[in-house]
Antibody, heavy 120, light 108 residues
Framework: QVHLVQSGAEVKRPGASVTVSCEAS????????IHWVRQAPGQRPEWMGW????????KYSQKFQGRITITRDTSANTVYMELSSLRSEDTAVYYC?????????????WGQGTTVTVSS | EIVLTQSPDTLSLSPGETATLSCRAS???????LAWYQQKPGQAPRLLMY???TRATGVPDRFSGRGSGTDFAVTISRLEPEDFAVYYC?????????FGGGTKVEIK
């Protein structure tokens, strides 16, 4: 059974950074890229970036360039997403999701989501 | 970036009826690169369809997809109670990957 399990909810002050983790199980971790997608309340999902687990290469949405860092620990089957310089508009549920295959960049398995609240 | 516009915003239907959900792209998307997701309250999106017409594992055949160019749609025949949810389209043909604004299928 393929699973992505994310870390718990976070509350942060504006200007702070947050790191969300995503632990994979049930498949060969290095064979699939991982995406990060966020969804603000009542809004459409928004793609943030992905990481090739095998190479460690990343691709980020230009919207988040400079504020987002995605890394992985292959010994722990875990991916991390750090978002810095947080503002209230970053309040959202953050999801990790497995890339289906290669250049077909849609998501076939999703984590349960992590709520990040940015508030002073 | 490719903007995806879904219509209608909300569809009010009864179980057993047929739902047709539309997704229009701001510029052409290859049929290879269009997916649909279903999302229920408090849950993550669930992959429904990819490559415009291919159902994901476990998705019943009452779901069907079609389209090309800038116009895509998914039809849900014989609505079951578990089909009432929000549906999103997503394009993965160009970066950034983008999602539509969603269509809510609600019980009438």
């Amino acid at each position: 059974q393929v699973h992505l399990v994310q870390s718990g909810a976070e509350v942060k002050r504006p200007g702070a950074s947050v790191t969300v983790s995503c632990e994979a199980s049930g498949y060969t971790f290095t064979n699939y890229a991982i995406h990060w997608v966020r969804q603000a309340p009542g809004q459409r999902p928004e793609w943030m970036g992905w990481i090739n687990i095998d190479s460690g290469n990343t691709k980020y949405s230009q919207k988040f360039q400079g504020r987002i860092t995605i890394t992985r620990d292959t010994s722990a089957n875990t991916v991390y997403m750090e978002l810095s310089s947080l503002r209230s508009e970053d309040t959202a549920v953050y999801y990790c999701a497995r890339n289906y295959r290669g250049s077909l960049e849609f998501m076939d398995v999703w984590g349960q989501g992590t709520t990040v609240t940015v508030s002073s | 970036e490719i903007v995806l516009t879904q219509s209608p915003d909300t569809l009010s239907l009864s179980p057993g009826e047929t739902a047709t959900l539309s997704c229009r792209a701001s510029r052409p998307v290859s049929t290879t690169y269009l997916a649909w997701y279903q999302q229920k309250p408090g849950q993550a999106p669930r992959l429904l369809m990819y490559g415009t017409t291919t159902r994901a594992t476990g998705v019943p055949d009452r779901f069907s997809g079609r389209g090309s160019g800038t116009d895509f749609a998914v039809t849900i025949s014989r609505l079951e109670p578990e089909d009432f949810a929000v549906y999103y389209c997503q394009q993965y043909g160009s970066s950034p990957l983008t999602f539509g604004g969603g269509t809510k299928v609600e019980i009438k």
